[in-house]
T-cell receptor, first 113, second 115 residues
Framework: QKEVEQNSGPLSVPEGAIASLNCTYS??????FFWYRQYSGKSPELIMS????GDKEDGRFTAQLNKASQYVSLLIRDSQPSDSATYLC?????????????FGTGTLLAVQP | DTGVSQDPRHKITKRGQNVTFRCDPI?????LYWYRQTLGQGPEFLTY????????KSRLLSDRFSAERPKGSFSTLEIQRTEQGDSAMYLC?????????????FGPGTRLTVT
């Protein structure tokens, strides 16, 4: 079982729709969760961090965390073609003093104009 | 505030050669990370520095790899006797190391191609 799992996609949504990206993780004690956006050929860009159960909103982005289900998601409202990218879920495992991140393989999002 | 910078952005080398990459973190960030990313995969942790101390190394980091962070500022990652399997994007990230958690910000990466 992979430590952080994401559906590789592609996830195709029409412009203006809500895109829903999902991630599950295996380390039940994980404390911190991050979403990164990565355009083709570029480096990851931090979008959201979330540490507590529930929702966290930032502009068009909402991160949702359910530690009991070991599940974290990212919703993108009013999707734009410029949102087309790979979205990486990253988890900080329990017990690490270094705060290294474990990444999923990413979900490719394609927003159709 | 300039972001994390890396140099070079691209490196093509022949198998068996040594290469060195540099990372300059966001100023005043005391934590620095190296990751490696191959096509279709997420970044994989390689090593971590807190100030000048290297506190963790992944088992992915063979003895051909060495990293330093003299004086707790910039960091270098050296690969000796490169192999084709070393071809990847090498990413550097830094974090402030304060607060509840430590958001990591990535540099543009160095893309290594070993021929």
């Amino acid at each position: 079982q992979k430590e952080v799992e994401q559906n590789s996609g592609p996830l195709s949504v029409p412009e203006g729709a809500i895109a829903s990206l999902n991630c599950t993780y295996s380390d039940r004690g994980s404390q911190s969760f991050f979403w990164y956006r990565q355009y083709s050929g570029k480096s990851p860009e931090l979008i959201m961090s979330i540490y507590s159960n529930g929702d966290k909103e930032d502009g068009r982005f909402t991160a949702q965390l359910n530690k009991a289900s070991q599940y974290v998601s990212l919703l993108i409202r009013d999707s734009q073609p410029s949102d087309s990218a790979t979205y990486l879920c990253a988890v900080e495992p329990l017990g690490g003093a270094t705060n290294k991140l474990i990444f999923g393989t990413g979900t490719l999002l394609a927003v159709q104009p | 505030d300039t972001g994390v910078s890396q140099d070079p952005r691209h490196k093509i080398t022949k198998r068996g050669q040594n290469v060195t990459f540099r990372c300059d973190p966001i100023s005043e960030h005391n934590r620095l990370y190296w990751y490696r990313q191959t096509l279709g995969q997420g970044p994989e942790f390689l090593t971590y520095f807190q100030n000048e101390a290297q506190l963790e190394k992944s088992r992915l980091l063979s003895d051909r790899f060495s990293a330093e962070r003299p004086k707790g500022s910039f960091s270098t990652l050296e690969i000796q006797r490169t192999e084709q399997g070393d071809s990847a994007m090498y990413l550097c990230a830094s974090s402030a190391g304060t607060g509840y958690s430590y958001e990591q910000y990535f540099g543009p990466g160095t893309r290594l191609t070993v021929t």
